[in-house]
């Protein structure tokens, strides 16, 4: 779980020409001037811990602390420690008296990241930490009053969570006072400029570099897709500020910086004579990776690709991936275990050390 303390630094922006950019920061402005718990969805890096922190920064409670809490990749038994802090000697390995992050935000706000992964057994203490706005530390039985705002936020969709079961129904409806849905920016194409222009102004001035820009590079970043949203657009503008020899942004630059010089390179060393073979060689190759990365693990695997086990079966015979498997089982070194989910030293310190 990263715990993140926001720097003392200027209100964020939420930047965009957008009418859904325009309808967002209103919807901070609204939000700011409430308690009332905000529930943040979208895929990463689309900027709901930056509507969270500009929703922080315009309300009252500015002077307080913000914190964020993810919990992806802390395990199961860390969590709840992790979310309400211990008292010395709640369990092994509790040296210290630790206060959870409800009660460092108490006053402030606690942005709670991909709230949908919690199981269900924190899901309920969370709802009562939200209700009755008071926690209980692991090894204590005395409630501690926690005055803290909530922002949850989700890269997944909590109403299919809902119905497999795996998200509680009333936790919900407690969190989704004030929703947003922050559209990726394949979706409002017109805030790709703005983004552009103002983060590769900032490299620019980071690295001390002045440079200007041909203005038809704009329909080319309209063109592509972003699937790393926002964040995407901050690493191609760092990348162009620090390889650019010249100085103005051309679409060589840009097509350079965006790596599709290289992926069309890569498409042309797939083994395969025909799209055919080609596909079936990747999808080999990917399939094989997943499974490599759940120790071969069949029925882990089948649950995490989202198939049911006896397709999962059938996509590895028609693969013909069974032989390389039964290669890698014999010589179980050649496989690196490397899920860092079961390593709770790297989560817990992680966690601590912030991000
Ligand atoms: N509309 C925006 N204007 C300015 N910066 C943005 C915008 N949206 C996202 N960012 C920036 O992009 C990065 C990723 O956004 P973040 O809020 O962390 O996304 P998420 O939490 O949805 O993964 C952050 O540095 C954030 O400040
Ligand atoms: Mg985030």
């Known amino acids: 779980m990263s715990l993140g303390k926001d720097p003392l630094s200027s209100t964020p922006v939420f930047i965009g020409k957008s009418r859904i950019a325009q309808d967002i920061r209103e919807f901070i402005a609204i939000a700011s001037r409430s308690d009332a718990a905000v529930l943040l969805t979208g895929k990463t890096g689309v900027g709901k811990e930056l509507v969270a ?10 002077t307080r602390p ?7 990749g802390v395990p199961e038994s860390l969590m709840e420690s992790c979310l309400f802090g211990h008292e010395k000697g709640a369990f092994t390995g509790a040296t210290e008296l630790m206060r959870g992050p409800f009660e460092m935000a108490s006053g402030g706000t606690l942005m709670i990241d991909e ?27 005395m409630p501690i009053a926690c005055n803290m705002r909530i922002i949850a936020a989700t890269s997944e969709d909590l109403f299919a969570a809902i119905e497999r079961g795996s998200f509680r129904n009333d936790l919900y409806f407690r969190l989704n006072c004030l929703p947003l849905q922050i559209p990726p920016i394949s979706e409002r194409k017109e805030d790709i400029r703005p983004l552009f222009d103002y983060y590769l102004h900032q490299a620019a001035e980071r690295h ?35 390889t650019l020899e010249g100085n103005s942004v ?14 069309r390179k890569f498409l042309l060393h797939i083994k395969g004579d025909t799209v055919k073979e080609k596909l079936h060689n990747i999808e080999k190759d990917l399939y094989f990776q997943a499974l490599k990365e759940n120790g071969f693990d069949i029925h882990l695997t089948a649950e995490k690709e989202k198939l049911p086990l006896s397709t999962f079966r059938d996509i590895i015979k028609r693969l013909g991936l069974e032989e390389t498997m039964r290669q890698y089982q014999k010589n179980p070194m050649q496989i690196k275990h490397g899920d860092r989910r079961n390593d709770s030293r790297t989560i817990y310190c992680s966690w601590i050390i912030g991000r």
């Not at 913000?66 to 992806?72: A, E, G, K, Y």
């Not at 964040?231 to 990348?239: G, K, L, M, P, W």
Request: positive net charge.
């Open 250 to 263: 051309e679409k060589d630059d840009v097509i350079k910086a965006l790596n599709l010089g290289d992926r």
């Open 66 to 72: 913000f914190l964020v809490i993810n919990p992806s």
């Open 53 to 62: 922190k500009a929703i922080h920064y315009q309300s009252p409670r500015i």
């Open 208 to 242: 001390k570099r002045k440079m200007g820009i041909v203005p038809d590079i704009y329909g080319y970043l309209e063109e592509y897709p972003w699937p790393g949203n926002v964040r995407e657009i901050q690493a191609v503008t760092e990348r162009i500020v620090l």
């Open 115 to 141: 709230v949908g992964i919690l199981p269900l057994s924190v899901q309920i203490k969370l709802l009562r930490a939200v209700d009755a706005k008071e926690i209980t530390r692991i090894g204590s039985v």
